[in-house]
């Protein structure tokens, strides 16, 4: 597969916690969901290290964070991240090295089979496809002290 397709392809996909959309173009993202652009993603990443490399996690929070399965972290900067950790989905994180997620829908609205596999450029399917529940992932705002769940 050519090197740019990876870049610019929106991929339907089983994710750690529902089927979404994962994509290193926002602005196709955007398009596809027809989503306001002044709204962030979730940006998935394959790891602890490359979570410290965009941002700082306040130490009373690094416990939480490394420990984290299926939850997304805002911090102080706005910026909303999730440590991938299932075996399945992180494979195309790392071959991506970080990409925007969000749930396979238009915005504002429940999940259509038909819709996510005319929108997505490529369709990475597995038997686990049946077993996912349309569940969202846990959000939390992460300030220097405090906790607030968002979601």
């Known amino acids: 597969m050519p090197k740019d397709i990876w870049s610019r392809s929106i991929f339907l996909t089983p994710t750690d916690t529902t089927i979404g959309f994962i994509s290193k173009s926002n602005t196709k993202l955007d398009k596809a969901k027809d989503r306001l652009s002044n709204k962030n993603y979730i940006t998935a990443l394959p790891s602890l290290k490359s979570l410290r490399e965009r941002t700082r996690v306040p130490n009373i929070h690094k416990n939480r964070v490394r420990r984290a399965k299926q939850t997304t972290f805002i911090f102080k900067n706005k910026k909303s991240y999730r440590v991938i950790k ?14 925007y997620t969000s749930s396979a829908n238009l915005s504002g609205r429940d999940y259509d089979k038909e819709f996510a596999e005319d929108m997505a450029d490529i369709i990475i399917s597995y038997p686990r496809i049946k077993e996912i529940e349309i569940k969202a992932s846990r959000i939390y705002f992460l300030g220097n002290f405090s906790i607030c769940k968002v979601r």
């Open 86 to 99: 299932d075996n399945k989905h992180i494979e195309l994180i790392k071959k991506l090295k970080s990409a």
